[in-house]
């Protein structure tokens, strides 16, 4: 038998269920009965009983891909603020393998990494890696700080929420599962997503969030409601979240920015070919055909006075 409902509000020591059903993240079992062991909402799968807390400190755990910032450069390892009550360090040799580099010169306070959790030990401290795809140091941007376990909430059922967001602001987020999420985009847009993620966070329990959030971002963007559309009711449970691939993305705008970069450089230089033309016309007139040039393997030009 069960006593509490998907979503319900529970506190420590209350029962839940009787021994048929499995205890799960958040509670334990005492007398053959399922118990919360702290206060959240009930989240019930398969006949399995978590207890999702309603606040929470993020606890580092192998696998696991996080924002973090630069705190201190040591001689051979940084030390990085992973949103927790638990120390990450960055070791050099995640970075450089066996390679000898000024490690301030690569990483220095204040940096935002996008890394993973290679390794745990027994106090909690997490040993940090930049190895996968996306991995590596923010440019620009804000950081929101919500608490960790909104983190599914934000990302949505196969990305449904944080892709809507993303699409009509025109924001990069990347969401670590420290609780941490990086936006960049228009200032404008940074802002309201800012706000629109601590709603999400402020309301993560209730049912009708993402059609309530889309009104929100059609109402602040476009000044009117969006055609209506039947919510999917989504599931309230603690999963990872999907890797974002935003370093391509960012490659790609740098890219872009080298190449516009280019185009302006060669359309402010003269064309020395026409130069040179102009001139031997020039001279041509004062019977000197002296005048010549010639392109090296380098693409310079040559002036030639025979």
């Not at 606890?59 to 705190?71: A, C, F, L, M, T």
């Not at 960055?90 to 690569?106: C, D, I, M, S, W």
């Amino acid at each position: 038998m069960i006593y509490v409902e998907n979503k319900d509000l529970v506190i420590p020591g209350q029962i839940l269920a009787d021994d048929e059903y499995y205890s799960g993240r958040g509670t334990f079992k005492e007398n053959g009965k399922v118990c919360s062991s702290l206060m959240g909402l009930v989240s019930l799968r398969n006949k399995k009983l978590r207890v999702i807390p309603l606040k929470s400190k993020y606890v580092p755990k192998k696998g696991d891909v996080v924002i973090g910032k630069i705190s201190d450069v040591r001689f051979s390892m940084w030390n990085v603020d992973i949103n927790s009550p638990y120390s990450g360090i960055l070791p050099a040799f995640e970075v450089f393998g066996r390679e000898k580099k000024e490690l301030n010169k690569v990483y220095d306070i204040g940096d935002v990494l996008f890394l993973r959790v290679v390794d745990v030990d027994e106090i909690k401290k997490a040993k940090l890696g930049l190895k996968g795809r996306g991995m590596g140091k923010f440019k620009g941007g804000i950081i929101v700080d919500i608490a960790p376990t909104k983190v599914p909430r934000l990302i949505g059922k196969k990305g449904s929420m944080i892709n809507m967001i993303k699409d009509k602001t025109n924001c990069k987020i990347v969401v670590g599962q420290n609780g941490l999420v990086w936006v960049k985009g228009d200032k404008d847009m940074e802002q309201l997503t800012k706000n629109i993620i601590h709603l999400i966070e402020a309301e993560a329990h209730t049912s009708g969030l993402t059609n309530k959030i889309k009104n929100k971002l059609y109402l602040a963007i476009d000044g009117e409601l969006p055609p209506e559309e039947a919510e999917e009711e989504q599931d309230f449970v603690l999963e990872k979240p999907k890797l974002q691939d935003f370093k391509e993305e960012l490659e790609q705008e740098e890219r872009a920015k080298h190449e516009a970069k280019e185009i302006k450089e060669k359309g402010d230089k003269p064309n020395i070919a026409e130069v040179i033309e102009e001139l031997k016309r020039k001279n041509k007139s004062k019977k000197d055909n002296g005048l010549s040039y010639g392109d090296n393997s380098n693409n310079s030009f040559i002036l030639n006075n025979k």
